[in-house]
């Protein structure tokens, strides 16, 4: 059999053919491995076979390492075997909770270092929990065995563990960006990646960049739909492994899903999971001793890096009643559900009000409306800044809903004065970071009526805006409590109190290949997230991902600004009338 084949033009991995019944479908030939027996170590300490020093899992059976308290087994969990030997450049595992991923590439990270001499980065998503990880998980695998504990002996550090031949294995957390410089490595492994810290991920990157070898491993329980493991780098760009089993009764291969293979009950212990083709039950055992037969199936052939994905329903160890517990408490509790979609499935899940989804931004929108005319009213002006001005004005109705008025994207600082000069009454916020000259300048330039917003994760304030007082000759500045200002944006638009005009999911920049444009684009990118802190404190934010966002913090600012009420400018004539050349009412 040569490695790889071709059929219709298509690059077949290895091991699979071409299904003659369906379009696309792949099925692979069967090979039956011989059951892997142990091996006593040498007397020089190292193993006769080639293949231990190859394979980290013959290697950890061959040594008896314990993890986790149990000896190294893939008994039950066979789809970890694959997954463990991969060697691919980069491999993402979006994967539900308690699958053994961690402590197979704990595993794989000490093989790797004793066999094949690669430095490693075994990364975690706060400093705060690296040493009870290092205590909890890492040491106890290595003191399981006396050629792996003499091989490390000389550590004294927690977080920077060195083998006799001084191959370094460092431990660090993503939020102390320092700690992530000056260590280069061969290897990463990220382990919970949607919880670390965006910003310092690719610093953390680089620290392969001196290697030949870049090997790169993301692990991860997902958490929202396009973030993390789920982005378009991510998931998105891979092979798409997902596990299929065969049915204990017809023998046919297929993954179980909960849309196909679950029939709900009223209750979880009066849910089933079933064969999609004979309707045979499987039962708790029999998941688990299929995967002694299961295979990895890539659903995405034009992936460039490897992925494989695995949910609850092909762990050894849950019982079906107490996988399906979370979906039943999750009918209730929105938080709850949402684990159970994360950690359960291992899949993403936003709960309503999370995420701004094109339906949510549809129903505010008003066929008959349509931008532009003369306001009734004064006009209410959010400023995004980035390399382009997006710049969303809406003027209130009597029910205080904002009304689109004018969405324009500016190239010049001096295209928005113009569009400031000519409105009559308006309150404008503009985006204080990049800090920029021009828009303290128009802060000067329209005293009280220009705002400077400073977006902040934790102000110490109780008040979504807090406007500093108007002063002569400077800029006016007003600080926003971002996690407010966003969870109320989201909040009026689902309570309808946005009226977006007919042509909505047209406006902003042109987008090829999609049923909307810039603006329904960039609404949809920020998710609102829940995690712990470095103190330990549960925080709510809105986190960004790589797509450009700018729709969505003009919005922002555009609700902070219809949070002031503008002076009331009189007009020329009736200023004059009074014999005045301008009057000003609070
Ligand atoms: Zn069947």
């Known amino acids: 059999m040569p490695p790889v084949f071709f059929r219709f ?36 300490g190292g193993f006769s076979s080639v293949r231990a020093l190859a394979r980290p899992d013959e290697w950890a059976l061959g040594m008896g390492l314990k993890v986790d308290g149990k000896p190294f087994s893939l008994e039950g969990r066979e789809y970890i075997r694959q997954v463990i030997r991969d060697t691919s450049p980069e491999i993402v595992i979006p994967k539900a909770a308690q699958t053994a991923f961690t402590v197979s590439f704990l595993t794989r990270t000490l093989h790797w270092i004793t066999q094949r001499k690669w430095h ?38 927690r977080l920077h563990k060195q083998s006799k031949e001084n ?6 957390g993503t939020n102390i960006v320092n700690e992530l410089q000056e260590i280069p490595v061969d290897v990463e492994v ?21 290697s030949h070898i870049k090997r ?13 493991v789920d982005a378009e780098d991510g998931w998105w760009a891979s092979d798409q492994h997902l596990w299929e089993i065969p049915c204990p009764g017809c023998g046919r291969f297929q993954v179980l899903t909960f849309e196909d293979s679950l029939k709900l009950g009223d209750a979880a212990d009066e849910c089933v999971l079933e064969c999609l083709f004979c309707k045979r039950q499987f039962q708790d055992h029999e998941r688990r001793t299929q995967n002694a037969h299961g295979r990895w199936v890539p659903q995405n052939l034009t992936g460039k890096i490897r992925g494989y994905h695995i949910s609850q329903f092909n762990s050894p160890t849950q019982p079906l009643v107490s996988i399906m517990k979370g979906w039943y408490t999750g009918q209730r509790d929105a938080r709850k559900l949402k684990s159970f979609f994360n950690q359960s499935l291992g899949r993403p899940y936003t709960a309503a009000g999370d995420q701004f989804t094109p339906q949510i931004l549809d129903k505010c929108v008003s066929p008959a409306h349509s931008l532009g005319g003369i306001p009734d009213g004064p006009v209410y002006i959010g400023v995004d800044v980035g390399t382009h001005i997006h710049v969303k004005a809406s003027t209130l109705t009597r029910f205080g809903t904002r009304r689109t008025w004018a969405m324009k994207i500016m190239r010049e600082w001096h295209e928005l004065d113009q569009f400031l000069s000519g409105l009559m009454s308006f309150i404008c916020v503009i985006d204080a970071h990049p800090e920029k000259r021009a828009a303290r300048d128009l802060s000067i330039k329209y005293p009280g009526k220009v705002w400077l ?116 400018e009189v007009s020329r004539e009736i200023s004059e009338l009074f014999g005045r050349t301008s009057l000003v009412a609070s």
Not at 167 to 172: F, S
Not at 205 to 210: A, F, S, Y
């Open 453 to 568: 917003g400073f977006e902040m994760d934790r102000p110490q304030t109780q008040e979504m805006a807090v406007w500093n007082p108007v002063k002569y000759g400077e800029a006016t500045k007003c600080i926003i409590d971002r996690t407010m200002a966003f969870d109320q944006v989201i909040k009026d638009y689902m309570d309808g109190k946005v009226i977006l005009p007919g042509n909505a999911r047209w406006l902003g920049e042109e987008l090829v290949n999609k049923d909307y444009n810039g603006f329904y684009f960039h609404m949809l990118q920020m998710v609102r997230v829940e995690r712990e802190d470095a103190q330990g404190r549960i925080r709510a934010f809105w986190q960004k991902n790589k797509n450009p966002d700018h729709w969505h913090h003009a919005d922002m600012f555009e609700l902070i600004a219809t949070m002031r009420r503008p002076t009331l």
């Open 9 to 44: 033009g298509i690059l077949f991995p290895s091991g699979y053919e071409y299904h003659p019944k369906g379009i696309g479908y792949l099925t692979r030939r069967v090979v039956k491995s011989k059951p892997v027996k142990k091996r006593k170590p040498s007397s020089t």
């Open 216 to 228: 790169l491993t993301i692990l991860s329980t997902p958490t929202a739909p396009g973030h993390g």
């Open 167 to 172: 191959i370094n294995l460092y431990i660090r």
């Open 190 to 210: 990220w382990d919970e990646r949607d919880r670390m810290v965006e910003e310092n991920l690719e610093e953390a990157r680089h620290r392969m960049d001196g």
């Open 120 to 157: 490693h980065l075994y990364l975690l998503p706060l400093k705060t929990g690296a040493i009870p990880f290092v205590q909890a998980r890492i040491d106890p695998i290595i003191d399981s065995n006396e050629i792996l504990r003499s091989n490390f002996a000389s550590v004294d550090n």
